[in-house]
């Protein structure tokens, strides 16, 4: 299974009637590449630690970047245009550790 299947699987697990005030958000952003966002509020992991990471960040645009943390509730997750993939299996990874 793909990150984008386990995804959409972790997703719809979670969206019966407790959990439809979250969600998951993909964008681009302008410099290019991606940000994934994804309420933690109902999912269970509001209070699970998330260690911060951050790779290349504030490099030139043609440098590869990467950056994952918690903000208000929210995981936060972002690539250059090569990291997407990366971005959904470090969410999935962590917010399913007993499925590696």
Do not use: H
């Not at 005030?21 to 998330?50: H, Q």
């Not at 990467?66 to 990366?86: M, N």
Request: glycine content about 8%; some cysteine.
């Amino acid at each position: 299974m793909n990150s984008l299947q386990r995804l959409g699987e972790w997703t719809r697990q979670r969206s019966d009637d407790q959990w439809t005030d979250s969600s998951v958000v993909i964008e681009t952003v302008s410099n290019p590449g991606w940000i994934v966002k994804v309420e933690l509020k109902g999912a269970g992991l509001e209070n699970r630690e998330f260690e911060e990471i951050e790779e290349g960040v504030g490099a030139t645009p043609q440098d590869r970047w990467f950056c994952c943390y918690i903000e208000q509730g929210v995981w936060k997750g972002a690539g250059d245009e090569t990291q997407l993939e990366r971005i959904i299996e470090t969410f999935l990874d962590w917010a399913e550790p007993n499925r590696q």
